[in-house]
């Protein structure tokens, strides 16, 4: 399978601090990956090095085969690249419309889009005029999703999408990204490992810095020895 | 409702309280004193009000304290002086300035030009610093010899005052001289615009982290744009000179407060683009920046239009006098242009009392709709709040960013060329009406719109008022005693109101809880 983003060894400094120390990731076209690691370990850093938000000091970011570490993230975003941030990052001076609207690469993106994005999230018609302050957890995680699907993105960088969220919105959240996932590449950022290995077909523990193992999440499920040593989970 | 009265119980407490200080007040003095003391608050609050929305603005979306807001607002006010006074001077400088800003135009093309060449580590370390001082050098021997007619600030009789009293009494100004003597013509113009493109490639490599990915026509655009403007104005001279001498002082007056707010955001543009942007990541260095950029304003300011107070005239459409003036009506006013109207027995100056206030609604109107129904106020509302996701979702915000500094700045420029013919020209026009706009955004709500607005009229009326009770004194119930507020008071009286809301509203009146 063709690889669409190929993270090779960055590091990256969050001022003084080395957060990132060699962290390599291989997402194949239209695969959900997942990386995991416990709290802290440095997944979330690792998805703003990609978009460039916190960008590499060193190692190489290539997407759809060309180097873009280093580029502004305005610039790589404009790629193809959609990011739904931890804490989903809802405008909250902005209504639910113009939250969808602001994510328009090309004109038209938003009107193109939208009935998709009320297949896919049918609560968020209802919300429209409503500022995004007024709406619950869910309601928000299902904006900041409905947010990337607005342009015309490649990959979907999805960083911990069941936080905070009861059981019932979190199966519906995973139709969601499964639904997604046909169209698109989606690297996911889950601590939930239920969650994760139902969704994702590849994985990437990251451990203090370093990617430590990647492979099939399958092998993964029956390798209880490295699911208890890197995630702490039985 | 029911929740909205419960949300705001103390806020809404607090504004009945000011609205019933405000009936109070006007209890205590004559219908027309309340009138123009009226009036003359929301004149102080409309240059307030612009002032303080644009350093709200800047300070929302970019988190920088523009403590030289105050001097751009003065530095306003003297470009627009210039226009409307020495139009010559003006023309003069329309080619040096856009020959120095052209090289500036270029900045996207610089981070490509040094990836493209390839040299050594040494030659990296020296070749900012090298081209920078070339440049310095480059227009600091140009400069002083290119030819620009400007009075001399030495010499009473040829200053500022002396042809600011001169064009308020309909006398002719004289010609100022200069031509070509030190310098030839093609070698000032080529030098500057060289001038120009070495400063701007060095400042752009010290501060080269990231590149652009593609290079492509819409990069040069401004460039160009600004060279054809050069080359126009060189050739076209005189006969711009001449077109704008014989303008009437209405059509002058309009092109002096574009001029002014254009210039206003340009140098906004410019410093965000070369001296801010490099310091986003030290917030304390701003600061400092920024308050050096005020005084060095000052200290130019003061070089060049000199330290004594003048007053810019009035256009003709506001400064008729004589026969029916002052006038009693709308009608009468229009027909004659009087420069003050009959209100309720009061005597108010048209353009201070009723056109400021005019131009401030419409401003607060026309930003509001920036903000609300376009996308570009969508990008700044959003931005104010999270700049990171702006950016990742695909949008420059540091385009953004200089599009916001340069309207803050354009806004206090607005607000400069507006005041002059109204409070005067001053080196210290700024500081004053600073402090205003500070203690006006500390009452509404630090970077909230509309709190701009609110606090700035605060501020405004309650000057104004302290002011008039100064003249006619406060009569103290129950007792003999009538209490003349002294003017240490009126500054006084602004902090006090601050001091209070924030002890009730510690957000202001209308800013967001944290």
Redesign the interface.
Known sequence: METILDVQNIHTFIGQYHILQGVNVRVPQGSITALLGRNGAGKTTTLKSI?G?T?PREGKVIYEGKEVQ??????I??KGIG?V?EHR?I????TVE?NL???E?VKGDYLRKRDFIFDLFPDLKRLMTLSGTALSGGQQQMLAIA?ALV?ENHLLLIDEPSEGLAPVIIEHMMKAIQLLAKDSTIVLVEQNFLVASQLAEYYVIIEEGRSVQAGNMKDLVNDKAAIHRYLGAA | MNTFLRKNTVLLITLAAILALFIAAAQGMEKKDFVITLLRGLSVGSLTFLVASGFSLIFGLLDVLNLAHGTLFMIGAYIGWTVFVRPDTFVDLLTPLALILSGFALGDVYPLLATRIRFGLSLKRILPWALVFTSILLFGWILPRYPIAIWNVGNYGQSPVTYSFMADSGTRLPVLPAAFTEISAPLALIGLLLASILGAFGLALFNNT????KLNWKKFISFAILLLVALLTFIFNDSLTAALTGLSSNWLFVIAVLVATLSGAGLGALIESTLIRPLYIRPIYQLMLTLGMSAIGIEIVRAIWGRPEFVMPKPAFFNGSGGVCPATNFADWWANNCSTILLLDGRVRVYNEIFIPIVGVIVLISIWMLLQRT?LG??I??G???R???????????RVFTMVFALGVGLAALGGILAAPSMGLSNAMGESLFLNALIALAIGGLTNYPGAALGSVLVGLIQQFIIKYGQIGIAIPFTDIIFKPTPPLVPASTVLLMVIILLILPNGLLGKKE
Do not use: C, H, T, Y
Request: hydrophobic share 50%.
């Open positions: 978009i938000l960008p280093g580029a502004r993230s305005f610039d975003a404009a990011f941030p990052a405008f909250r001076d902005l113009e609207k602001i994510a690469r947010r342009p | 990231a590149q652009p990915l996308r969508m990008v509302r959003a104010v709040q999270d990171e996701m702006v950016e990742a979702l695909g949008i420059n915000v540091r």
